[in-house]
């Protein structure tokens, strides 16, 4: 994990204590330490910006995030400008950057860069990890003993594996769903710390989740249809989505796109895997029923997943 992101580890570290009356005095060495980090950092964001300036204007602790995880797509030309930000969350923020010479078909694109302790954020990480292979910044599985146990024993070396791992599977299911004709994003690369890939909107608006937008029921049956469509390509593909619902699916000119995948897991490995998928095939009906359908979720869900001929685990309670 590179400085900046201890840093924010360290803020988080910081403002956890500051809410603990008992923890409120941070030792005077680890206060040294963290402005020394601090410098350091912003001293190496000075350096790039230097190279590259942004007509998004960024808070200070941002900016030296952002800058620090767009280097790579800037020096490679994949990325010339960040316009916006779409949206910042705990795991998450992503912009919307003018596409570079590298991606001549695009004129915008979308980068999500990852939050560094978005590990400890993700409700219940273990239950999606369970049975999955740990993936390498390349997208391969991780196999060397000292990084297993490195992942195994959560040491900072590796949690930085860890973090690495999800960023690689929602890269890796993105680029398989696309190419499987999935709706879903075009994912063009990925860095340390962010993934690049088809920006769903255009330069005055990113398109609004589907939970935000209110369909007549005609298209509503469409949209409905299309969604099991895609459930069944993932399944198809040996994916679950996992956190599935109005909330992760793009409307945008009448068309849906999923997104959100770092959290998948293997309907044939995961031992919990007919309970995600149920979860994610009823939060994806109780949007369509809200808009005026009538449907069995349960009985979705079963369907589905019988008609790929999965084996059915021992369900074990989802929190
Ligand atoms: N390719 C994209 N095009 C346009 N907007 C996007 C795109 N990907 C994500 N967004 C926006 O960013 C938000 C957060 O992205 P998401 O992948 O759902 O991350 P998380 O929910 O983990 O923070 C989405 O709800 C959506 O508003
Ligand atoms: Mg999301």
Redo the contacts with the bound molecule.
């Keep these: 994990m590179n400085q900046l992101s201890e840093f924010f580890e360290e803020l988080d570290d910081s403002a956890d204590e500051a809410s603990s009356h008992a923890q409120k005095r941070v030792s005077q060495r680890r206060e040294s330490q963290k402005r020394e980090m601090e410098a350091k950092l912003f001293i190496r964001a000075q350096e790039i910006s230097r190279e590259f300036q942004f007509t998004y204007k960024a808070a200070r602790f941002e900016e030296a995030w952002l800058l620090d995880s767009l280097v790579e797509f800037a020096e490679q030309e994949w990325v010339s400008d960040v316009l916006r930000k779409?949206?910042g969350?705990k795991?998450?923020s992503?912009y919307l950057c003018k596409a570079g010479p590298e991606i001549p078909s695009a004129e915008w694109v979308?980068v999500?860069v990852y939050r560094p302790q978005m590990l400890r954020n993700l409700r219940n990480d273990a239950m999606y990890r369970a049975d999955r292979a740990d993936l390498d910044e390349r997208g391969h599985q991780v196999t060397d003993k000292r990084q297993l146990r490195a992942m195994h024993k959560k040491t900072e070396y590796g949690r930085e594996l860890l973090h690495q791992s999800w960023i690689a599977y929602e890269f890796t299911s993105l680029q398989m769903l696309h190419e499987a004709g999935a709706d879903v994003?075009v994912p063009y690369t990925m860095a340390n710390n962010a993934i690049l890939?088809?920006?769903?909107?255009d330069e005055a608006m990113?398109?609004p989740?589907l939970s935000e937008v209110d369909l007549e029921k005609s298209e509503a049956v469409t949209l409905f249809e299309r969604v099991m469509r895609n459930l069944d390509i993932l399944l198809s593909h040996d994916r679950i989505h996992g956190d599935l619902s109005a909330?992760?699916i793009?409307y945008w000119n009448g068309d849906i796109t999923l997104?959100?995948f770092p959290q998948v897991v293997s309907p044939k490995i995961n031992r919990n895997a007919f309970k995600i998928f149920s979860r994610d095939v009823i939060r994806v009906c109780d949007y369509f029923i809200k808009q005026g359908m009538k449907l069995d979720p349960a009985k979705i869900a079963d369907d589905l997943w019988n008609s790929r001929g999965f084996p059915s685990f021992e369900p074990q309670d989802l929190e």
Excluded: H, R, T
């Design positions: 779409v949206k969350g795991e998450a992503v979308a999500k994003p890939m088809e920006f769903i909107g990113s398109a989740a909330y992760n793009l997104i959100d």
